[in-house]
């Protein structure tokens, strides 16, 4: 499964960039999150509950980034498990470009998912990846224009 969507962000590059390396804004953003621990500056870990049509589980994973590209860019990969529930395992391409107004995020996400999830069919899967990828953003664009990091 694929995703990619872009939003303008109300704040400078950096303060964008810096957020979404604040594992702290990143917990409060992301859906179901509730516990996002940083072990290295590339490194981490997650717990997050799912609810996918009538399955709903608790994932633990990790993430791992890549920020050679930093700050117009950065690649992440990681999965999750799931219990009986199954399992996640993805990667996405995020940019960053300066325009009028702000920031302009885009990603490029590709994902694999196993287990109970995957035969709940590609459309509910999409649909809801969709939806807690626009929550994410929503979310983490009102945290960043309201109150900018560093």
Do not use: W
């Amino acid at each position: 499964m694929e995703l990619s969507d872009e939003i303008t962000i109300n704040a400078p590059k950096s303060t964008v960039y810096a957020a979404l390396n604040d594992p702290e804004v990143l917990r409060r953003c992301i859906p179901g999150c509730e516990e996002l621990i940083q072990h290295s500056p590339t490194e981490l870990e997650a717990k997050v509950v799912l609810k996918i049509g009538p399955v709903k589980a608790r994932f633990a994973g990790t993430v791992t980034l890549d920020t050679a590209g930093a700050p117009d860019g950065f690649s992440l990969m990681g999965e999750g498990k799931g219990g009986a529930a199954g399992f996640a395992k993805g990667g996405a391409d995020v940019t960053l470009t300066d325009v009028e107004g702000g920031t302009r995020l885009a990603y490029n996400a590709k994902a694999d998912v196993g287990g109970k999830i995957a035969q709940l069919g590609s459309r509910l899967i999409r649909g809801t990846a969709a939806k807690l990828s626009g929550k994410f953003f929503t979310a983490f664009a009102a945290e960043v224009s309201e109150s900018p990091v560093g």
